[in-house]
């Protein structure tokens, strides 16, 4: 009988203004688990980065996925989401039984998945998923803060902070800001009739 493995998937990226967002799909090995897998958000930095190094090292298979600032705006930011959703799982090493995914919205895979509501924090496999993708995008964005200066991407990872609005009312948007989305169509706007 062939193994039945299960691949978790979660997204980082949805809420800021921009970049990307980034997905992972993970298939965890049963023969070598992994302590303190949880949500990423509740995880301190070094611990998320502790681990996500453990998950690549441990895990039977990852696979990362992404959508640009340009796909989320050609999409929509959850169209865009579930490409790259699906982006992660076709690139997984091993073709999972089962793919469990967080949220309420799962990508068009051929493969039986199931969507979780806060699996990030009670499914292993999606747990390691949050965790992968949110270390990959969080240095990605601190590397845009250096193409990018004076927007404090390495600080707020593009979220909508007060830093970061005060930036986009002084700067107008950047290469990478979602042209989609209110705010940086407003900066632009804005910064055309001054």
């Given amino acids: 009988m062939s193994p039945y493995w299960i691949a978790g998937v979660d997204e980082v990226g949805r809420g800021p203004l921009a970049g990307p ?16 897998l949880r949500d990423s958000k509740k995880l301190a930095e070094k611990r998320r980065e502790a681990l996500a190094e453990e998950i690549r090292d441990k895990a039977l298979a990852w696979a990362m996925g992404r959508a640009d600032h340009h796909e989320i705006d050609q999409l929509n930011i959850l169209q865009a989401s579930l490409l790259a959703m699906k982006r992660a799982v076709e690139a997984l090493a091993v073709r999972p039984s089962e793919v469990l995914v967080d949220g309420n919205r799962l990508p068009t895979i051929d493969i039986p998945a199931r969507a979780i509501i806060g699996g990030d924090d009670s499914v292993a496999e999606i747990s ?11 240095r990605e964005m601190s590397d845009y803060d250096l193409t990018y200066p004076g927007y404090g991407f390495a600080r707020h990872k593009g979220y909508p902070t007060a830093q970061h609005m005060q930036a986009l009312r002084e700067q107008g948007p950047c290469e990478i800001h979602r042209m989609s989305f209110g705010p940086c169509q407003q900066s632009h706007l804005d910064l055309q009739t001054r």
């Fill in 21 to 36: 967002v980034v997905t992972a799909a993970v298939i965890l090995d049963p023969e070598r688990p992994i302590e303190g």
């Fill in 128 to 138: 390691a998923a949050s965790i992968l993708a949110k270390v990959v995008r969080d």
